[in-house]
């Protein structure tokens, strides 16, 4: 240890000039303009006049800054509450057909109406999602790629190697960014 006790930190103290309030007096203000060594009371002032309005200036600055803020975390805020409003206002003619194609399979024995049904109920999702930037990735009979599909089986084929021969899942992209990868089936030589 070299002796000194580092819990205590050394302060510099900065001493601040003494102002005589009455120094600077009216008579002494003129006496110092006359000689060269001030300023006027006029300047003076002006000069207070100003560093008062900078400071109002500053404190309503501050204030509208204050509010600006209050409102952009308001609005973001906002933002995320409601960003799912338009595809969801999109979605209910969904459910509407949903319901519709529900109602069908009870009354009518007929099961072409429902699957009539199911298929506009289908194609209507398909629409509004496609709308909103999702996009089906298609695989089928394409080379294997690990950026946009996920093997679930490989089966032996006579083809190309590693190509791919079936979907299990439907992979998807929203607005160019893969959401989901699409399941395949891919295809390995036989020996």
Known sequence: MNGKNNNHKEEKKVEEPIIDKEALSEETLCEDAACGQGPSVEEFAAKQKECDELKDRNLRLTA???????RWDRDRDDLFKFANFAILKELLPVIDTMESALKAAQVHANHDEVIKGLEMTHNNLVNVLK??????IEAKGKKFDPNFHEVVLSKPDEGD???????????????????????????VKTK
Request: charged share 30%; proline share 0%.
């Open 131 to 136: 709308k909103n930037g999702l996009e089906a």
């Open 161 to 187: 190697e590693h190509m791919v021969i079936e979907e299990a899942q439907k992979g998807y992209m929203y607005n160019g960014k893969l959401l989901r990868a699409t399941k395949v089936i891919i295809s």
């Open 64 to 70: 509208d800054f204050e509010n600006a803020r209050k």
